[in-house]
Every structure is written in C-alpha cells, then in structure tokens.
C-alpha cells in the first residue's frame, strides 16, 4: 500500500487542522494505520492509531482529548482532526499502516508502510 499524507500547514496556538492520509490499493480495510510526528532535533513519536474498521483508538496522552482519528475505508483515507493546538504540535507528521499490527503497537517497527510526512507549524 502507498500511503500521501496532507493538510499540514501554519495555524497560531488554540487553532485547529485536519490530516489526511489517503492510501492506494483496494485492500485498505486490512490495514491498521497509525500517525506518528517528529520534531527537530527529536525521535519519531507515535500520535495516534485506528483500527481496520475505525471502532478502535488509541491516542498518545499528548493529544488525547485534543484529537480525533476516523477513517472512511470506501475512500481509502484516514483523517486526524487536531484541535487545540500547541506550539509543541510543531512537527512533520506521518501516517503509516500494517496489516499485523493492532491501535496498541505504537512503535516504529510495528509499521510496515509509510508516507511522505506532512509539516505541522503551530505558532505561538
């Protein structure tokens, strides 16, 4: 599966955005797809994930209660809602999926697919 995150952009702090990660492929729903963000200077973090038929999320506390993962498996695309936003939120961040792994894997190694990363900017 070929994964194209978008929707990043510039936003002050408190406003709010939507990532996008559609996938190519017609085997979507197989796949458990995760967000994850990585700010300068720092590892890859885990944000987010969804399960195969978007009935189950986990979210980092760092986001918990600030975002919101769905998925629409007939247009192949999962959309992180992000409200609320932190100067700390700065990063690029990127989708990846996995037919194995579960919404609790929230390791880099439990991703097989990933995309090209979107930026996020929140200003303060």
């Known amino acids: 599966v070929q994964l194209q995150a978008c929707g990043g952009g510039l936003v002050q702090t408190g406003g709010s955005l939507r990532l996008s990660c559609a996938a190519s492929?017609?085997?979507?729903?197989?796949?458990?797809v995760g967000w994850f963000r990585q700010a300068p200077g720092k590892e890859r973090e885990f944000v987010a994930a969804?399960?195969?038929?978007?009935?189950?999320?986990n979210y980092a506390d760092s986001v918990k209660g600030r975002s919101i993962l769905s998925r629409d498996n007939a247009k192949s695309t999962v959309y992180l809602q992000m409200n609320s936003l932190k100067p700390e939120d700065t990063a690029v961040y990127y989708c990846a999926a996995d037919r194995s792994t579960t919404v609790w894997g929230g390791m880099i190694d439990d991703y097989d697919y990933w995309g090209q990363g979107t930026q996020v900017t929140v200003s303060s």
């Open positions: 492929g017609r085997t979507f729903s197989s796949y458990v």
């Open positions: 969804i399960s195969r038929s978007g009935g189950s999320t």
